[in-house]
């Protein structure tokens, strides 16, 4: 039977600091709640599992017991905007006052769903490619996280920030008991980089939520030597477009084709996106949901495709 995997980047402003302004993208982060909240519903109702990889800060509840929370080694990347650290005087009180950096009553909500994964995206939306950093850095940030998530258990999954997968940092995953991650996939538009990447590659990728550029991009997932399970993402999610709405029906074709072949091939199909994408449009990009996820019943009462978590593979 194949695999139908669902992940999410739970980042809030963490995510997007170093790239976008705030006042930018507030509507975004505000609706990235109401989200949180929907799609929780929705994959309840539907009997969807999902791994929810969050940036650690997430957890704290107050400025307060972030700051005493904190790493003492911290990345020194050649990009000072791209660290967080830098900007800690534009974080304010609490949730209530700050919702944009704070978000410990949705982490809560996460961890009591049925069937959904509580995962970490780091402590700080750790960058494991750009220069500046080192792997005892990304230990000092992976420790934090753990320790933080403690209280619901540990988390055992890690999805890297904007996908840096970096094959030199695995002996640390293992040091601090992650046990599956989310790698890039194989095809070269996907191939993990440094955030400021070439805009052809992007093209590359636009044009394949489309067209079938990459193949159906399923795997079969194994676990390595050390221990550790590869759950390789599949596709993107894109978020409603206006200008490309009428191109809809395609996507979803697209992704609903991937699917089925990973049915027939007994692989695994992992989907992914970041729960601010459906921060705006929310009725639009939750009817897109509903069009993949009435394929997957349909998948699934043929007994063809099941529902996992990244963490399933590790049990």
């Not at 039977?1 to 809030?12: P, Q, Y």
């Not at 949705?106 to 994964?117: D, F, M, N, P, Y």
């Not at 191109?247 to 992992?270: K, N, P, Q, T, W």
Request: net charge positive.
């Amino acid at each position: 039977m194949g695999a139908f995997v669902v992940s999410l980047d739970f980042e809030l402003f963490w995510g997007v600091r170093d790239v976008l302004p705030l006042h930018e993208y507030r509507d975004n982060l505000l609706g990235e709640r109401l989200a949180v909240t929907a799609l929780l519903e929705r994959f309840t109702q539907r009997g969807v599992r999902a791994t929810w990889a969050t940036v650690g800060a997430l957890f704290c509840a107050t400025r307060e017991e972030l700051l005493a929370a904190m790493p003492e080694r911290r990345p020194r990347y050649l990009e000072r905007r791209q660290s967080p650290y830098e900007a800690l005087d534009e974080i304010g009180a609490d949730e209530r006052a700050d919702p944009v950096h704070f978000g410990a009553s949705l982490v809560k909500a996460i961890a009591s769903a049925s069937g959904q994964e509580l995962a970490t995206h780091t402590f700080s939306h750790f960058y494991c490619l750009e220069p500046g950093q080192t792997a005892d850095d990304f230990d000092a940030d992976l420790a934090t996280a753990q320790r933080l998530a403690q209280p619901f258990g540990g988390v055992r999954s890690l999805v890297f920030p904007r996908n840096q997968y970096n094959p030199a940092y695995r002996n640390v995953l293992v040091r601090r008991a992650i046990r599956t991650y989310r790698s890039n996939g194989t095809y070269w538009a996907y191939a993990p980089s440094t955030t400021y990447e070439p805009p052809a590659k992007r093209a590359v990728r636009l044009a394949d939520a489309y067209l079938p550029i990459s193949g159906p991009h399923t795997h079969r997932v194994r676990k390595d030597g050390d221990g550790l399970v590869d759950v390789p993402a599949s596709a993107f999610l894109r978020p409603y477009s206006h200008r490309l709405r009428h191109l809809d029906r395609v996507r979803v074709g697209r992704i609903r084709r991937a699917m089925s072949h990973a049915a027939d091939h007994d692989e695994c199909f992992h989907l992914w996106w970041h729960p601010h994408n459906f921060g705006v449009n929310l009725r639009e990009n939750m009817a897109v949901l509903d069009a993949i996820l009435d394929h997957f019943d349909v998948l699934r009462r043929k007994g063809r495709l099941e529902s996992k978590h990244m963490g399933d593979f590790a049990a």
